[in-house]
């Protein structure tokens, strides 16, 4: 087996991964702290991530079957994919009017986002699961899969017209390629959160699943998407050549982002403050709410969880071989 494909699972500090070998799925799952947003470490370990994967098919032979099919971004937080970026830094930064970092985040930003959207040129798929909240970045994240599964209680919508801000980093490039530029702007002026089923019938989200069977909507979509892998790797090429995703306008967009940071007014930064605190609040509440976590959630309440690794015979343990659907923690 490539020594490149276990180096992708390295111990991460606000990401978690694992390996689902019946699918040849890696999972990645947000695990930020104090907040639910893309922090400069969670930043630069999805980066990492999309490198060890690029890194694991540049020396895998070039006719050996790969063991890598699907990359899947989900979240550890119950009710939360991801409040989207890093306001508390914002805020600082604009305070210091230090443009070269806000730059700095903004293009940390587009590179992940960038990859995720052309499959990081490689033949897989990636896909996002969003089960709960996916608001501003987090929103452009889910959005910049090339699937995104949602279940029914997920909510969706770009808030930062409300402290006189839009989001910089994909949102209207991603958003006008799906569903047209009409809709786009309507949905980064107005603020608006949208549910899951509002957005499956604009034909945003790609599938709907049942609140509660996040990880069984994915896997049954991955069952089916293999049956015709070779057809629809191919179709996700043809949309690429298309209506190809441009750095280069991912990257424009985000110098308009800053400028436009830079030119907030104190009322803007006092009420951008105000968000951060609910946003600690409501992450304060998911997290005690640890009796209503959904089955992959439970898998990470022990000890160091990340397959594959290593026994203590120095054996290769792909996943978990116990027969005990109780104890199991991984598939």
Not at 128 to 155: D, K, M, R
């Amino acid at each position: 087996m490539n020594s490149d494909f276990f180096k992708i699972f390295n111990d991460c500090q606000e990401i978690s991964l694992r390996y689902d070998v019946r699918h040849r799925a890696i999972w990645c799952y947000y695990n930020p702290t104090p907040r639910s947003c893309f922090s400069l470490i969670m930043l630069k370990e999805l980066r990492q991530l999309q490198q060890s994967i690029i890194d694991y098919f540049n020396t895998k032979k070039t006719h050996s079957d790969s063991l890598i099919r699907y990359l899947v971004l989900h979240s550890k937080v119950p009710g939360i994919f991801s409040l989207g970026g890093d306001l508390a830094l914002f805020g600082r930064l604009i305070k210091e009017k230090n443009r070269q970092q806000l730059l700095d985040y903004a293009r940390q930003c587009i590179d992940m986002i960038y990859l995720n959207t052309v499959s990081m040129h490689l033949p897989l798929t990636t896909i996002s699961l969003v089960e709960g909240a996916a608001l501003g970045g987090g929103f452009e994240c889910a959005l910049s899969s090339n699937i995104l599964i949602a279940t029914e209680n997920a909510e969706m919508g770009f808030p930062e017209i409300r402290f006189n801000m839009f989001p910089g980093m994909g949102a209207y490039s991603l958003l006008a390629r799906t569903c047209g530029k009409g809709i786009a702007e309507r949905m980064i002026a107005s603020g608006v959160t949208y549910s899951a089923g509002e957005l499956y019938e604009m034909g945003i989200v790609d599938h709907l699943g049942e609140t509660g069977k996040g990880m069984e909507s994915v896997e049954k979509f991955m069952r089916q998407h293999q049956q015709s892998g070779n057809g629809y790797r191919a179709l996700q090429q043809i949309q690429q050549r298309y209506h190809p995703m441009d750095y280069q306008e991912l990257e424009d967009i985000t110098e308009i982002w800053v400028d436009t940071a830079l030119r907030l007014k104190d009322k803007d930064l006092r009420l951008m403050a105000r968000l951060v605190k609910a946003q600690s609040v409501r992450i304060t509440k998911q997290k005690d709410k640890s009796l209503l976590r959904t089955k992959q959630d439970r898998r990470f309440v022990v000890g160091k969880n990340t397959f594959p690794l290593a026994d203590w015979s120095g054996e290769t343990i792909v996943f978990d071989r116990r027969k005990n659907s109780e104890r199991r923690m991984f598939h």
